[in-house]
């Protein structure tokens, strides 16, 4: 896969820096703004770009800087105009984390944050009927696997997870319209130091796998 363009470095560093206990990573805020882009009336920016740092609508980015918060403004829309134009096209690239141990792509954190952005606008995925019915349906269920909170038996999950990452691709072209949607090869952005740990212990990496 590619490495990670410096753009979305770059706004993965604003993200970090974030005056939040838990702010947004970057494959997280994809997913979310994802989401945003599949609604038929998306919201406008000054109610969903808020909830990015958990804030009220209408709140002004929490930058003491006042180029910090223009840039960081920018560089979210930048990116939320582009997954419009990609679904457009059918060639939506998902920023997925990958496990820098064994390679797995961990599109549990980007489905975490476009369930967050289905909780923005639950209106447009309640209502979802027919095949677009069908599609949001399996987009749960990916959503609670990721979540630990499936039903499913150990080999059903095994088998979800070994094909999430193109069928995500798969089932947000059919909810933009695009049935013939192509799966393109996603960027790839490496855990790091400051990310959780793909071990699942709930430190950042620098303080556990990555330590040494």
Known sequence: MPS??????RLDGILADLPMDDPMLLSELDGYLTAIALCPAPPPPALWMPPIWDGAAGEA???????????FGEMVMARYREIQRDLDRAKLQPIFDIDERNGEVMWEIWIDGFAFGMEQQPERWDGAAGDDGAAVAELR????????ASDLDGEAINALCDVAPVRIVELLGRLHGA?????????????GRNDPCPCGSGRKS???CAVG
């Open 141 to 148: 269920t990916l959503i609670d696997v990721a979540r630990d």
């Open 61 to 71: 980015v929490p930058f003491d800087d006042a180029t910090d918060a223009r840039l």
């Open 4 to 9: 990670l363009p410096s753009r979305f470095r």
């Open 179 to 191: 049935p013939s949607a192509v799966v393109a090869e996603v960027p790839a952005a490496k855990v």
């Open 206 to 208: 620098k303080k556990c």
